[in-house]
Every structure is written in C-alpha cells, then in structure tokens.
C-alpha cells in the first residue's frame, strides 16, 4: 500500500523574517553603486567590512538565527569568526549585483555545473521553473546568458518583495532588463504559463512562506523545517519540469552555479499530484541540505528556519 504524504499545515499568521523592519537602504545602494562603478570593486569590497560588523554586532536576532543555523550546518559550535564570514557573504552577494545587474561579469570566476539543462530547454524553445532559495546569488544566472543568447528569464515573487526589487533594480541600474511577475495578482498565473509557452524561463524562491499558508514539513539539516507548498504546487498546476539552481558564492571573486533535475511534473495526473510535489518537497530539501554542507555561509535565511506552524491545517488537493 502507497504511503500518504504527510499532510501540509498552515504557516502562522505572519512569517517572523516578513514582520522584520527592512533593513536596506536605497541611498546607501547608490552610494556603493557609485564607489564600486567609479573606483572597482576592491574599493567597494573595503566598505563591506565595516558593514557586515555593523549588522552582526546590531542585529541580535539575525545574530542569534546564524548562530543556530551554522551549528547545524557545519556540525560543531560556531565562533565569532564564522559569524562574520556569514554576515559578509551576504553583504559581498548583495554588492557584486552591482556589477551582475549592469552586466559587468569581468571582475569574477565563474564556473557552471548542469548548464546542459538550460542548453536543451532553449533549444527545444520549452520554458521550464527553476526553483532557488535564499542562497548564494540568483542574480549570477545572468553570466549564463553570455553562452546561451535565447535565455530569457522572469522572476515570480511576493507582490512586497517585487516592489523591494525594483526598487533596487532602479537603484543599481534603471536600465536593467528584469521582468518581474508579483504572486497575488490578478492574472500572475496566466502570465507564468504565457512566459512558459513563449519558451522563457521563470524563476522562482522555495524556501520562505509569507505565512497563513500551507507548508510541509520536510527533513533538512537533521530536523523538520516547514516549507511552502504553493511554489511547488504551482510546479504541479503548470505541468512543468523543474530545475533547482543555486549560485553559490565561493569568496573574493569566485561564484560556482549549479543546476540539477528537481521533479518533471510534464506528465504527472492529476490523481498522484499531492505525492508527487511531497517527493519533490523532499528532493528541494535535501539538495538544499548538501548544499549547505558544502557552502554553509551561502545560507541567508537569518530567523528560525525551524520553527513549526502553531495551527495545523489541510493545504487542500493539489
């Protein structure tokens, strides 16, 4: 007898990292734009010290989630030193869209695993979903447009968070090419299956949950997280294939992507859905979990990752 996945549960009301005031700073990004366009980005790397120690040392609960996370994933009791390189990795990501965003790819080392999957798609002129997370650099993906000159990509967000990128966008470079499509609009899901049919690619982040949402808890890191259901379930409506990616950030100049088969929901019925985006679920997770391993400061989740929904809940057929 096929087991029953678990069943999903609703988040709570409000995500803690989606109640947390925002922290960037609109004229602080233009400034770095400025420094690092103007005087190359050794120079701008400098001011990334001082801002990293700034949030460590101010930020008591992104401090408290580092420390919780990176214990988890290096397997020992982090020190202040791991801390920071947590912290910097993340400045030094948010800094080097400075040059992604103006398509400045000279001043990095990049290296692309799986780019074949991509390469197939275009030529097939079939779009597909890849499916990130709140790791390393999304934006790194633009360097793999160099080597295939049909790749077009649109993003799928939460409405706040699109407003936030844009605004960043015309922040860095008010020319960059990025379209951007808002969850919880009218009409979002006609958009993605007409970029789909079109042969774009949409990408879209699986680890976070605005809360009042269904998610599922899956094994990641030795213990159950809660991730979202909707992107995956949105995978199944589609019937796409999906491609998990992550641009992980290696220090000083070195990025390294990757992009592995995730779930293929092309032919899934409709009838063996809720098991097959449980599995993918799964397979997110535990990609998810390598990778953290491997490149554990590429991780940028700073609240409880863990922390369970306090109302349980029935995500409904998928």
Known sequence: MRQKPPAAEAGPAQAEWASRPERSNLAMMRLMTWIS????????????????????????????SSRHYLRRALGRRPGWGDLFRHFLDFASTIHDRVYLLNDRFDPFNIVVQGEGLLAEAVCRGEGILLMGAHMGSFEVIRAVGRHQP??????????????????????????????????????????????????????????????????????????????????FRLAALLGRPVVFMVGLYLGGNRYEIHFEPLADFSATPPAEREAAVAAAMQRYAALLDGYCRSAPYNWFNFFDFWAMPETPGSAGPV
Not at 38 to 48: E, F, S
Not at 50 to 64: D, E, P
Not at 215 to 222: A, H, M, Q, S
């Open 37 to 64: 366009l103007r005087l190359g980005r050794p120079a701008g790397r400098v001011v990334l010290y001082g801002i990293a120690a700034y949030f460590l040392a101010s930020s008591a609960a992104a401090r408290r």
């Open 150 to 231: 049909g790749l077009r990509v649109a993003m799928l967000m939460y409405e706040d968070n699109a407003r936030k990128l844009n605004a960043m966008l015309a922040a860095i470079n008010p020319q960059a090419q990025q379209e951007v499509i808002a969850l919880g609009q009218v009409g979002a899901m006609l958009k993605v299956r007409d970029r789909l049919e079109d042969g774009t690619l949409v990408g879209l982040l699986g680890d976070r949950t605005l809360g009042g949402e269904p998610t599922l808890p899956v094994l990641f890191l030795d213990a159950l997280a809660p991730l979202p259901v909707g992107p």
